[in-house]
């Protein structure tokens, strides 16, 4: 920036950076969306897109809080269990429609969150192992609830009401609308307070940021958004069961597909969640047997030699950039 | 009843020395590395299906898989600190990143065990004779009470290494103050290998104890011994081996008369609670000891 810009050439600056942020936040946006919305329609393969959706949403909504807020919340699945169980159990039990349910497995997701909303408090290693352990308590109260509300260890069906397209063009809206709110968050001044809080806690609360308030919003969007996928799943499949409602494996992807592409960054975890789901999958049908060994490996690697991730490294290469990218 | 809560405390002695074991190795890890071993569970596993493997193919006693589980271990411990720690050092956050790191070698291990040893639940069809002894009014299987003794030898000899030898006292130095350990010129390097490896080999070990103790193991049980390897050792106060120790056997004392009054299955939420609780009441663990790190 020449040295003679006055405060109005740099709001004229800014101005300019945001109309090539929000215009290129709205052509990725409306390319992925024209993308998905003709999959059903050229019958491309479904299974393989809606579970693509499904990992941008649940990447995205971690992001959130590892991104944006600084927790590395290892028990993530936790979230998209409870909202798994409780769309199933209130299509099973209540007799809910589907689309009537799924909202209630966003207020339980949202309800988790405030549960867990006392261990904000610590950081690090601390948050990262405690949430490990609510994940784990999570599991052990529902699969040892009576089998005719979470339906023991066969689990529960939701009876003829498979719809693929349906739940897809739903897992499209979902995925939309957490897309939606993380572009948004990440130019609101909530978003900043988040990153504020997260670089210096103190120094924000000097500025006069509410810590605690922030933290607990930023947190309690990470938990609406994987509760409704779980929820969302729930009906795609048809069938809920702890064992892989609550899968470790869940939160293992999601944390390797957001930190593949980069955490901070509204594009990092749709970059990470393409490939790494595109490899997978590739890997899948070459190796089924090496799949596991593979994305285990693919962690270390990752962590070696690209910490920052896809996107992340690049905005390092080209800082610069920063402030086109969303 | 009595008779039940006195089993109870008797097998939550002998898991509990267990659980202070992988603690003990776990905690070192952290304190001297600050690396957070997602994967320790897996090591412990290893541990019981190296046993297994040299049981089941040469015959070999489970005693005498110790000392070999031992070696290989501390070698294996030894090159994977070369291959992996010193790029990870250089990430921006180390400690939070080594979580991620040990959650894909536990991933990859689990798979390379599960490509091995296939699914199914596996235990060693060995029996010491007599089969039980007499312990007081209760009869305890003959393996869980060597395995007990074994484990207080290794705690014993552990405890000794650290407070009496010099490696010892370098590592535990290391621990408190890891910048003037430098300053004082100790290859911090070195001695971080030899952390590693150390704290692998007790991991291996106690694997094959594991497998004389505890009914089954399969290549997906190791996270389960991760997790309870974290609560011992936020317990005992991270980074503090002795806190480790006494951590782990009320641990094992608790979930053993948990499982004496409640059901089964409702075991291992007392544990999370246990973690839970000290972690979001008494961060220090439950001795306190913030001078020890």
């Known amino acids: ?11 004229i600056e800014r101005a300019s950076a945001d109309r090539i942020y929000y215009t290129l936040a709205a052509v990725i946006g409306g390319t992925v969306g024209i993308y998905f919305l003709v999959v059903p329609v050229l019958d491309l393969n479904i299974a393989f897109h809606f579970y693509l959706m499904l990992w941008i ?7 959130v809080a590892a991104g944006f807020s600084g927790y590395m919340p290892f028990g993530f699945v936790a979230f998209y269990g409870v909202g798994a169980f409780t769309t199933a159990i209130l299509v099973k039990s209540l007799g809910f429609p589907v689309l009537l349910a799924l909202p209630f ?48 260890s066969f689990g529960l069906q939701l009876g003829s009401r498979a719809e693929p397209v349906h739940s897809f063009y739903v897992m499209m809206a979902v995925m939309l609308l ?34 605690t308030r922030v933290r607990l919003y930023g947190w309690l969007i990470a938990a609406f958004f994987p509760a409704v996928c779980g929820g969302v799943e729930a009906w795609y499949t048809n069938v809920v069961d702890t064992e892989t409602a609550f899968n470790t494996l869940t939160t293992a992807k999601t944390v390797i597909y957001a930190v593949a592409g ?7 975890p749709i970059v990470g969640s393409v490939v790494m789901v595109w490899l997978d999958e590739l890997i899948w049908r070459q190796f089924p047997l090496l799949n596991l060994l593979i994305l285990g ?18 905005l390092r290469r080209r800082p610069e950039w920063r402030r086109y990218i969303p | 009843m009595e008779i039940l809560v006195l089993n109870g405390i008797v097998n939550g002695l002998i898991v509990g020395g267990i659980y202070a074991l992988i603690g003990m190795s776990l905690t070192l890890l952290y304190g001297v590395l600050r690396i957070v071993n997602f994967a320790h569970g897996e090591f412990v596993i290893g541990g019981s299906f190296l046993a297994y ?3 089941s193919n040469l015959g070999l006693a489970p005693l005498f898989s110790l000392p070999v589980a031992a070696l290989s271990f501390f070698a294996m411990g030894w090159g994977a600190y070369y291959l992996l720690l010193p790029r990870l050092q250089k990430s921006d956050d180390p400690e939070i990143m080594s979580f991620l790191m040990m959650y894909g070698v536990s991933i990859a291990l689990a798979a390379v065990m599960l490509l091995i040893f296939e699914a199914d639940s596996r235990s060693i069809d060995y029996s010491f004779t007599p089969i039980s002894m007499k312990v007081g009014p209760i009869y305890v299987s003959t393996a869980r009470i060597v395995a007990f003794g074994i484990v207080i030898v290794l705690a014993a000899a552990l405890t000794w290494f650290l407070f009496r030898t010099l490696p010892g006292k370098a590592l535990r130095a290391t621990i408190m103050n890891p910048e003037a350990i430098k300053i004082v010129g100790v290859d911090v390097v070195k001695l971080s290998a030899f952390a590693f490896a150390l704290a692998s080999a007790i991991a291996g070990v106690t694997g094959v104890l594991v497998a004389l103790v505890f009914p089954a193991f399969n290549p997906f049980s190791g996270a389960e011994y991760s997790i309870i390897g974290f609560i011992v050792v936020v317990l ?4 503090n081996p002795l806190g480790a120790l006494l951590a782990g056997i009320l641990y094992g004392l608790a979930e053993q008369l948990a499982t004496v009054f409640l059901p089964q299955a409702m075991a291992p939420i007392v544990g999370f609670g246990i973690l839970v609780a000290v972690i979001l009441i008494r961060p220090t663990g439950l001795m306190g000891w913030r001078a020890q790190r």
Do not use: Q
């Open chain 1, 1 to 11: 920036m020449p040295p003679e810009s006055s405060g109005a050439g740099r709001s």
């Open chain 1, 57 to 63: 949403t649940m990447a995205s909504a971690f992001n």
């Open chain 1, 105 to 152: 497995s966003g207020v339980a997701g949202v309800i988790l969150g405030l549960l867990f909303a006392p261990t904000l408090r610590l950081s690090g290693i601390y948050f990262a192992i405690v949430s490990l352990a609510l994940a784990g308590i999570c599991r052990l109260v529902i699969s040892n609830m009576p089998d005719h509300i979470t339906g023991g």
């Open chain 1, 178 to 211: 957490a897309l939606g709110t993380i572009l948004w968050l990440s130019r609101s001044r909530l978003g900043k307070a988040l990153r504020a809080v997260r670089d210096d806690a103190e120094a924000a609360d000097m500025m006069g940021v509410n810590v």
């Open chain 1, 262 to 268: 980069g955490l901070g960054t509204v594009t990092g």
């Open chain 1, 297 to 314: 490996v693919a962690t270390v690697m990752l962590v070696l030699f690209l910490p920052r991730g896809i996107v992340g490294t690049i």
């Open chain 2, 53 to 55: 493997a040299l049981f």
């Open chain 2, 236 to 239: 005992g106060g991270l980074g």
